[in-house]
């Protein structure tokens, strides 16, 4: 099955300050998955990301703090904007696979801490 | 809106014994549904799904579940429960046809003990 490489796996970052987080999948995909999850907690939806168009983000979460780029059908990048500590969390990119038929595979995870 | 509840916050059982992790959800139309799988500091791993057919799903490591609709449930099951099998859970679902928004439950913690 396909292989979904998530980047930097954790990062400690200064408060006021951006992080962007790179997903790199080695299969196309249409549509990439944003998630966040606080440690051992549920798994929240931030956006979903279609290559070509404008990623559509869900309630509670907003284009300018967390801006996602999907330059292709292969790759995507959330990146985290003006950090404040409750930004602290892991976040997750996913896919959908059609190999898996409608199993999602998700990336290993980028576990941030805002200081 | 559609939901998933995990009642069970942690669930503890001896190894060799059978284990059962409890899902219930809510959608509009017809789900599709999928349990995965968290081991500490690791992403987290697909185990099994139901999308249509055969009520009783196979899945990996030993793993299946059942789905009833009439009781809108979709409970983990594993006949002999091993140390290794210890991590999270996570029950999902969504809607089928197209592109569905995928809604997670909130986990159960799963503690084998030997």
């Known amino acids: 099955s396909a292989v979904i490489s998530q980047k930097p796996s954790r990062d400690i970052c200064q408060r006021g300050t951006s992080l962007t987080i790179q997903c790199q999948v080695d299969?196309?995909?249409?549509?990439m998955f944003w998630y966040r999850q606080q440690p051992g907690q549920s798994l929240t939806l931030i956006a979903t990301a279609n290559q070509g168009s404008e990623a559509t983000y869900e309630s509670g979460f907003v284009i300018d703090k967390f801006p996602i780029s999907r330059p292709n059908l292969t790759f995507s990048t959330l990146t985290v904007s003006n950090m404040s500590p409750e930004d602290s969390s892991i976040y997750l990119c996913s896919v959908e696979l059609q190999q898996v038929n409608y199993g999602y595979t998700f990336g290993s995870g980028t576990r941030l801490t805002v200081v | 809106a559609q939901s998933v509840a995990q009642p069970e916050d942690q669930v503890n059982v001896a190894e060799g014994n059978p284990l059962t992790v409890k899902c219930t959800y809510s959608?509009?139309?017809?789900?599709?549904l999928f349990w995965y799988v968290q081991y500490p500091n690791r992403g987290l791993q697909f185990l099994l799904k139901y999308i249509t057919g055969d009520n009783l799903v196979k899945g990996s490591y030993g793993f299946e579940a059942e789905f009833n609709k009439s009781q809108t449930s979709f409970h983990l099951k594993k006949p002999s429960a091993l140390v290794s099998d210890s991590a999270l859970y996570f029950c999902a679902v969504r809607e089928s046809g197209g592109y569905q928004k995928v809604t997670f439950g909130t986990g159960t913690k799963l503690q084998v003990i030997p």
């Open positions: 299969s196309q995909v249409t549509m």
């Open positions: 959608v509009s139309g017809n789900p599709y």
